[in-house]
């Protein structure tokens, strides 16, 4: 009998490949994809269209995990205004909770505890006061929560969960997050999300509404 071994990484790379593109709109063929144990953290590139991650091979939790957060930041082309970072990261945290559950290779009360896990590390860097988001709140998560590289999981996780109904009732919602990059920088929140709708194709600005809606009321 011959014994066939199969790459579990291109298994779950092509599905995912596939559910992003259709979901952004987005092109990834451009973007190399590797796996570096030495690199402390995932990272994309997008100057040099590359994708570094550090996963076990032999858990497919973790690699669906680190490359839909990834992915999610490669569907921007440019890099987003520094005070939308925390929104570009709470989408990347909503994506690696979203679409893992959706592939066929996956077995989603299994990543469900997996993702659990893996953020019960993450505490918020302060308490979110409320959502729809203050002006207080909304500063500090700007500013990146006073982390090096807008890395508070634990609070883009809450913003994420209230955008998690919006990702399962509008099929455009994820079409988008790649127009982030079009808001000009240097302005208030309210200009941002009013440039975004702009920048975005006219059948789904309704999304960009929806989303400041829930976010900011």
Same mark, same amino acid.
């Given at each position: 009998?011959?014994?066939?071994?199969?790459?579990?990484?291109?298994?779950?790379?092509?599905?995912?490949?596939?559910?992003?593109? $259709?979901?952004?709109? /987005?092109?990834?063929?451009?973007? &190399?994809?590797? $796996?570096? @144990?030495?690199?402390?953290?995932?990272?994309?590139?997008?100057?040099?269209?590359?994708?570094?991650?550090?996963?076990?091979?032999?858990?497919?939790?973790?690699?669906?995990?680190?490359?839909?957060?990834?992915?999610?930041? /490669?569907?921007?082309?440019?890099?987003?205004?520094?005070?939308?970072?925390?929104?570009?990261?709470?989408?990347?945290?909503?994506? &690696?909770?979203?679409?893992?559950?959706?592939?066929?290779?996956?077995?989603?009360?299994?990543?469900?505890?997996?993702? !659990?896990?893996?953020? /019960? @590390?993450?505490?918020?860097?302060?308490?979110? &006061?409320?959502?729809?988001?203050?002006?207080?709140?909304?500063?500090?998560?700007?500013?990146?929560?006073?982390?090096?590289?807008?890395?508070?999981?634990?609070?883009?996780?809450?913003?994420?969960?209230?955008?998690?109904?919006?990702?399962?009732?509008?099929?455009?919602?994820?079409?988008?997050?790649?127009?982030?990059?079009?808001?000009?920088?240097?302005?208030?929140?309210?200009?941002?999300? !009013?440039?975004? !709708?702009?920048?975005?194709?006219?059948?789904?600005?309704?999304?960009?509404?929806?989303?400041?809606?829930?976010?900011?009321?």
């Amino acid at each position: 009998m011959v014994s066939i071994k199969i790459n579990i990484f291109q298994l779950l790379y092509s599905e995912l490949i596939h559910v992003f593109e $259709n979901s952004f709109s /987005a092109d990834f063929s451009d973007y &190399s994809i590797s $796996n570096e @144990a030495c690199n402390h953290a995932p990272v994309t590139y997008r100057h040099s269209k590359t994708i570094v991650l550090n996963y076990d091979p032999d858990c497919v939790n973790q690699i669906v995990f680190q490359l839909s957060h990834e992915l999610c930041h /490669a569907s921007i082309p440019s890099d987003v205004p520094s005070n939308l970072r925390w929104l570009e990261e709470s989408f990347a945290v909503l994506s &690696s909770f979203f679409f893992p559950l959706r592939l066929k290779n996956i077995v989603v009360s299994k990543y469900k505890l997996y993702f !659990q896990s893996s953020l /019960a @590390a993450c505490k918020p860097c302060f308490p979110l &006061s409320a959502i729809p988001l203050i002006d207080g709140d909304l500063s500090l998560l700007a500013s990146g929560s006073g982390t090096n590289n807008y890395n508070d999981y634990g609070n883009y996780w809450k913003v994420a969960q209230v955008m998690l109904p919006l990702a399962e009732k509008y099929n455009d919602f994820w079409k988008v997050v790649p127009y982030l990059c079009k808001i000009p920088r240097n302005l208030s929140l309210k200009e941002s999300f !009013q440039m975004w !709708q702009l920048s975005v194709p006219s059948d789904i600005g309704d999304i960009v509404v929806i989303i400041k809606s829930a976010l900011l009321g």
